[in-house]
């Protein structure tokens, strides 16, 4: 743990302009309490001292109001800003130089067993409010946008935005995910070829039996004569 407190301490200079002085964010700054009361409870937590390592998260929990379950694995220099309203999964995997700000829920979609938390990448930001649901993968150099609901895998260098959460821009180039109105078909003229072809369709088949009964008309008018003759 002691070797984490001082790049710890580190991250927020590099994330938050606010912080002006080592003391005042050793002493006030409740994110960096609560990833130092969750590394206190990971280590009991791994040792298997699963009460001990939950009640020292729920102190967490009550004092500074984020609540990371112990088995959580938190990577280096991970920030919280303002934090309160964090709620970080038991099998959710977090890695270096994480930037996560207040309402943040890294959950699960229900009571299935085993890996049902999210594994979050290195250099990842998720904004306020965001919702990362499920047992997938937010890659590397990934931006979260604030109340984004996450479900599903997130490429590497990309942003997502939305509920639910859709890709916007990755490697730098946007993403466009937006309909061609041009291209929608229309049911109004679909109806009216539809009832076109209809029409045609009856007068081909009307022109067919006009056709069958003028045919008809001249084989018994021959006829008519052929007997008149007789």
Same mark, same amino acid.
């Given at each position: 743990?002691?070797?984490?407190?001082?790049?710890?301490?580190?991250?927020?200079?590099?994330?938050?302009?606010?912080?002006?002085?080592?003391?005042?964010?050793?002493?006030?700054?409740?994110?960096?309490?609560?990833?130092?009361?969750?590394?206190?409870?990971?280590?009991?937590?791994?040792?298997?001292?699963?009460?001990?390592?939950?009640?020292?998260?729920?102190?967490?929990?009550?004092?500074?109001? &984020?609540? %990371?379950?112990? !088995? $959580?694995? /938190?990577?280096?220099?991970?920030? =919280?800003?303002?934090?309160?309203? @964090?709620?970080?999964?038991?099998?959710?995997?977090?890695?270096?130089?994480?930037?996560?700000?207040?309402?943040?829920?890294?959950?699960?979609?229900?009571?299935?067993?085993?890996?049902?938390?999210?594994?979050?990448?290195?250099? &990842?930001? %998720?904004?306020? !409010? $965001?919702? /990362?649901?499920?047992?997938?993968? =937010?890659?590397?150099?990934?931006? @979260?946008?604030?109340?984004?609901?996450?479900?599903?895998?997130?490429?590497?260098?990309?942003?997502?935005?939305?509920?639910?959460?859709?890709?916007?821009?990755?490697?730098?180039?946007?993403?466009?995910?937006?309909?061609?109105?041009?291209?929608?078909?229309?049911?109004?003229?679909?109806?009216?070829?539809?009832?076109?072809?209809?029409?045609?369709?009856?007068?081909?088949?009307?022109?067919?039996?006009?056709?069958?009964?003028?045919?008809?008309?001249?084989?018994?008018?021959?006829?008519?004569?052929?007997?008149?003759?007789?």
């Amino acid at each position: 743990m002691f070797k984490h407190i001082k790049s710890d301490i580190r991250a927020v200079f590099d994330n938050d302009p606010a912080a002006r002085s080592k003391f005042e964010v050793v002493f006030t700054y409740a994110g960096l309490h609560a990833i130092w009361a969750h590394r206190i409870a990971h280590s009991f937590y791994k040792r298997r001292w699963f009460t001990l390592a939950r009640i020292v998260s729920q102190m967490s929990r009550f004092m500074t109001g &984020v609540e %990371i379950h112990p !088995g $959580a694995v /938190v990577g280096s220099r991970l920030f =919280i800003d303002h934090g309160m309203g @964090i709620v970080i999964g038991e099998t959710c995997e977090i890695g270096d130089d994480v930037i996560i700000y207040q309402g943040v829920t890294l959950g699960g979609t229900g009571k299935e067993k085993g890996k049902r938390h999210p594994t979050v990448g290195n250099n &990842v930001v %998720i904004g306020s !409010g $965001a919702k /990362v649901l499920g047992s997938f993968r =937010i890659g590397d150099n990934c931006n @979260i946008g604030s109340n984004a609901v996450v479900l599903r895998e997130v490429p590497s260098n990309s942003t997502v935005v939305g509920n639910p959460g859709r890709v916007v821009k990755r490697n730098g180039e946007r993403v466009s995910d937006r309909l061609d109105h041009t291209q929608m078909p229309d049911p109004l003229i679909d109806s009216l070829r539809f009832l076109q072809k209809e029409i045609e369709e009856l007068r081909e088949q009307m022109g067919s039996e006009d056709k069958q009964k003028k045919e008809q008309r001249r084989l018994e008018s021959q006829q008519y004569i052929g007997d008149y003759e007789i």
